[in-house]
């Protein structure tokens, strides 16, 4: 028996072996590591970290369970709250959520809820466990634009309750951020995103892949045409931001949707796939979130060497404490407290530099973090030969654009109340970072879940 | 997956399909485009719509192979199918909305074609032709066996003018210069032109038409992933703003087009798509050991 106070540490493929591979980072639990770290665990009746969670898992009754080693009945009891754990378990910021509120973190470390998820959905899966499909259908229809986490939860969750449900979706493959955003190191596509995307299948939910609502069909024509009774709009935050600096449309110059796309989904690290990818030997990536870090980290397995820059200090980087931590120990050189202020070309429009600025932290802004403001005269040049752009992502006009009746915010979300998801449109739901802008796998759930509860309460009260 | 029901040459390198795609022909107007997948590991590619049938549910599409993914497409036949086809993208054609067509038909209309890019020129000339505007059309291509729809578009446009720059079919000479013959010794008078064809042609083209003041419309098909707005690869500045092509576009006002800087980033993967081209050519020979690309290590 391991320090109470430390978590059983958990497995990883060596710093300098996974910086040249694109293998899961995080080798996960085995039984006996689960069921010790389970077993400190204190189970506190009024759970704090329940609290915590967006989708508020039945956190002390899983552990429970897996500290007794029934596994079958811990997957039960998340599989109440959460269709896609085995993503959550990887790509949640457990340190501000669940693990962020655990008793045991006060004295010394919180249980590790994250990696007690993953271990039992992926032991569910591996062992062949699947959500039973509803045995009685109510025959009515409703359409999930959108099969990323807040439109397959939404998905999931109706089709439960009897749903008639189909999800579109625009690209050629389902899961939305989870295979375009979200590299294979840290979210393996065929074990585990593809499997919670059958996991959803086997609840009787159709998926179309390839129909872009707003151009293929607009969701009016859904409802008068098509006949779905409520529609979902989990449609994402598309778009990438621009720094607005020059050079940035030079050859080089990248957004990170772009760069993850081309890996991710169009898979351009592997031979085998036609998809061409620029191989930079010097990368910038500008910006300090979990996508900076995805992008960072796929530019050095693709053999560069990576900067990150990011305007503010380390304190305030928005990425996931393990991603930052990951990413210092395969090597990426943070360049913290640096803005860029111009990207430079060659003849033939190639970058081949990039001028920033040092900053240092002035007083606090509208966020609560302190501003950082620029040192005057201290700028330099890095030597770099790729630059990605990693300044967030702002919802896709595209369906608000094409709805009649769908308000908007003055950012393109679409308005959408809080406790319902209803928007201004009849039948009509939203949530996840089409509602909010860019935020988390696990919030984007949340609404998702949110909404078909909306949906159900609509659906059954219309008569 | 998406049925070919059609497939052949149209000329030279030039591949015509005619695919089943019931949603995309049931929404689309001239102007947009579509993104092809031909299999699991194959590229997305944007192709402008050539052609639609709504009762039928086809488009049709027209392409040159230039990189590993389009030169695989041309091996499809009538029977075989593309894993992922997905449209309509982008804006349609200004000229092509019903909202427009009152100001449309007060118009002088001029279409400047060449090479592969002629197709998309035809649903728009075909379009106005339908909605009572007949269109003048320059088509100009390298030399007569690559001049292609020449039939088609004869029934559906005003005056049709031919140009090969070798003179074997035609005119003789660039499209430029039957632009200055109609207007200055033609006594040719257009408010409005739409060049479709290699961005070297349109840059031309609107340098001549800009003497005359004559507003130009290009068609854009600059490198994307995704389709949808989301990556940002396809950005090209127009006047002093960043657009995205396969949203704002992919036609935009040939004269605030920067092409000098289009043209470089078009070239962004050249030599990526250069080596997939010639490894699915010759194998793994290919690697003949230059000691430039490191493939022979």
């Known amino acids: 028996m391991g320090d109470v106070l430390k978590k059983v540490p958990v497995r990883e493929q060596e710093p300098k072996v996974r910086a040249t591979n694109f293998d899961e980072v995080c080798l996960g639990y085995n039984k006996e590591e689960a069921m010790e770290e389970a077993s400190r665990c204190i189970n506190c009746k009024n759970a704090k970290c329940v609290t915590g ?411 | 997956m998406y049925k070919i029901l059609k497939a052949g040459k149209l000329a030279g390198n030039i591949y015509e399909m005619v695919v089943e795609a019931p949603r995309v022909a049931k929404h689309c107007l001239p102007g947009q485009f579509v993104i092809v997948k031909m299999d699991e590991v194959g590229e997305r590619i944007p192709l402008t719509i050539c052609d639609y049938d709504r009762e039928a549910g086809t488009i049709t599409i027209v392409f040159q192979p230039i990189g590993a993914s389009t030169e695989k497409f041309t091996k499809l036949q009538a029977g075989d199918a593309f894993r992922d086809f997905v449209g309509p993208l982008g804006q349609p054609s200004e000229l092509c909305v019903e909202e427009n067509l009152e100001e449309t038909k007060k118009k002088k209309i001029l279409f400047v074609a060449g090479g592969v890019g002629t197709a998309p020129v035809y649903p728009q000339v075909k379009w106005l032709h339908e909605h009572g505007v007949a269109a003048d059309v320059i088509i100009g291509a390298k030399t007569k066996e690559l001049v292609i729809l020449e039939d088609k578009f004869a029934k559906v446009c005003g005056n049709l003018y031919i140009t090969t720059d070798d003179g074997s079919y035609g005119r003789s000479g660039m499209v430029t210069k039957v632009i200055d013959d109609l207007i200055t010794n033609e006594g040719k008078t257009y408010d409005h032109c739409v060049s479709i064809g290699p961005m070297i042609m349109m840059k031309f083209c609107c340098l001549t038409t800009k003497k005359y003041n004559l507003p130009t419309i290009v068609s854009m098909n600059p490198i994307m992933v995704d389709g949808t707005g989301m990556c940002g690869a396809c950005r090209v500045m127009v006047g002093d703003e960043v657009k995205f092509a396969c949203v704002d576009g992919p036609e935009f006002d040939g004269h605030a087009i920067d092409f000098d800087a289009a043209m470089k980033r078009q070239a962004m993967y050249k030599t990526e798509e250069g080596r997939a081209l010639l490894k699915l050519r010759e194998g793994d020979t290919h690697h003949g050991g230059c000691g430039n690309c490191g493939g022979d290590k």
């Open chain 1, 53 to 463: 969670c967006p989708v508020n898992i039945n956190i002390p009754g899983f552990i429970a369970q897996v500290k007794e080693g029934n596994f079958e009945e811990a997957y039960k009891v998340i599989s109440e709250s959460s269709a896609l754990p085995a993503i959550c378990g990887r790509v949640c910021p457990q340190e501000s959520q669940c693990e962020g509120k655990c008793i045991r973190g006060i004295k010394g470390e919180s249980i590790s809820i994250g990696k007690l998820e993953r271990f039992v959905a992926d032991w569910a899966r591996e062992n062949g466990i699947k959500p039973a499909a509803p045995t009685e259908k109510n025959g009515k229809k409703v359409a999930v634009i959108g099969s990323g986490p807040s439109g397959l939860t939404c998905a999931g969750d109706l089709a439960k309750l009897g749903y008639d449900v189909t999800i579109f979706e625009a690209l050629h493959e389902p899961g939305g951020v989870l295979v375009y955003g979200i590299p294979e190191f840290r979210l393996p596509k065929l074990d585990v995103v593809a499997k919670e995307v059958e996991n959803v299948k086997a609840l009787g939910v159709k998926i179309e892949t390839n129909v872009i609502i707003g151009r293929s069909i607009t969701i009016d024509e859904l409802m008068d045409e098509e006949g779905f009774e409520a529609v979902f709009i989990g449609s994402g935050a598309g778009l990438p931001m621009f720094m607005g600096i020059p050079g940035e449309t030079a050859k080089g110059v990248f957004s990170a949707n772009e760069y993850l796309t081309r890996n991710n989904l169009m898979k351009a690290f592997r031979d085998d796939y036609d998809t061409p990818i620029v191989r930079g030997k010097k990368v910038a990536v500008v910006g300090g979130g979990n996508v900076a870090m995805d992008a960072a980290r796929t530019a050095l397995r693709l053999g560069a060497e990576v900067h990150i820059v990011y305007r503010r200090s380390e304190a305030e980087l928005p990425a996931r404490v393990e991603e930052v931590h990951h990413a210092k120990e395969e090597g990426i050189i943070f360049d913290l407290l640096t803005n860029p202020k111009e990207i430079l070309v060659d003849e033939n429009d190639a970058v081949k530099g990039m001028t920033c600025i040092r900053m240092e932290l002035g007083e606090p802004d509208a966020s609560g973090r302190r501003r950082p403001v620029e040192i005057p005269g201290s700028e330099f040049t890095l030597d770099v030969d790729t630059v990605i752009m990693s300044l967030g992502t702002s919802p896709n006009p595209l369906i608000s654009s094409t709805t009649i009746g769908l308000d908007t915010n003055k950012r393109k979300c679409i308005i959408a109340e809080e406790e319902t998801g209803k928007t201004s449109k009849d039948g009509v739901y939203a949530g996840g970072d089409a509602v909010t802008g860019a935020a988390t796998v696990i919030l984007a759930m949340g609404a998702g879940k949110t909404a078909a509860k909306g949906i159900h309460e609509f659906l059954s009260n219309k008569q």
